[in-house]
T-cell receptor, first 112, second 115 residues
Framework: DQQVKQNSPSLSVQEGRISILNCDYT??????FLWYKKYPAEGPTFLIS?????DKNEDGRFTVFLNKSAKHLSLHIVPSQPGDSAVYFC???????????FGKGTRLSVIA | DSGVTQTPKHLITATGQRVTLRCSPR?????VYWYQQSLDQGLQFLIQ???????AKGNILERFSAQQFPDLHSELNLSSLELGDSALYFC??????????????FGEGSRLTVL
């Protein structure tokens, strides 16, 4: 049973445009959410996170939005750059009781 | 460079064999996590060790086992290998043993191919 779902396996966006990656979760005990980025032949690296007490967190070109009532979060990348092409994993934590639960990932391709 | 070192990077073996994957965490990190990424699957949590003791267990098969040594490096042992065990195995480390803010530092992974 997938507790963290990324329903879009892939996304293609033009350079300079906005990329929106979506993530849904089912466990209402999740209280902290993270996005990881993974390039080929590398391990995932932390990108940005958000606590459940917030609905938005911004870091440069990256913004994560959280809609708790819908159990949905999204990652916005503006403007998208070719170097952003990678697989993005959504992950969630339930107060530290269990290790990170990851989604299957979305492969983002930013086309120049 | 995350500071987490995994060896070997690639491993090809036959069904029924046994392999050991090794992980050295970031300096100072006490927690080591093992994750499996199979084709078209996300990162599946296998097991966590904190300062030498098992802290959490995920979907780890009975054919798999792990341990963390006094110097904090960890080994994941996979035995009676099956074709379906072919995957990327990631090790990650963190300073916290209880998940903290969840930020894990991942190694580059060990790609296991079972023929």
């Amino acid at each position: 049973d997938q507790q963290v779902k990324q329903n879009s396996p892939s996304l293609s966006v033009q350079e300079g445009r906005i990329s929106i990656l979506n993530c849904d979760y089912t466990n209402s005990m999740f209280d902290y959410f993270l996005w990881y980025k993974k390039y080929p032949a590398e391990g995932p690296t932390f990108l940005i996170s958000i606590s459940s007490i917030k609905d938005k967190n911004e870091d440069g070109r990256f913004t994560v939005f959280l809609n708790k009532s819908a159990k949905h979060l999204s990652l916005h990348i503006v403007p998208s750059q070719p170097g952003d092409s990678a697989v993005y994993f959504c992950a969630a934590l339930d107060g530290g009781n269990t290790p990170l639960v990851f989604g299957k990932g979305t492969r983002l391709s930013v086309i120049a | 460079d995350s500071g987490v070192t995994q060896t070997p990077k690639h491993l090809i073996t036959a069904t029924g064999q046994r392999v050991t994957l090794r992980c050295s965490p970031r300096s100072g990190d006490l927690s080591v996590y093992w994750y499996q990424q199979s084709l078209d699957q996300g990162l599946q949590f296998l097991i966590q060790y904190y300062n030498g003791e098992e802290r959490a267990k995920g979907n780890i098969l009975e054919r798999f086992s792990a341990q963390q040594f006094p110097d904090l490096h960890s080994e994941l042992n996979l035995s009676s290998l099956e074709l379906g065990d072919s995957a990327l195995y990631f090790c990650a480390s963190s300073a916290s043993g209880t998940g903290g803010t969840g930020e894990l530092f991942f190694g580059e992974g060990s790609r296991l191919t079972v023929l």
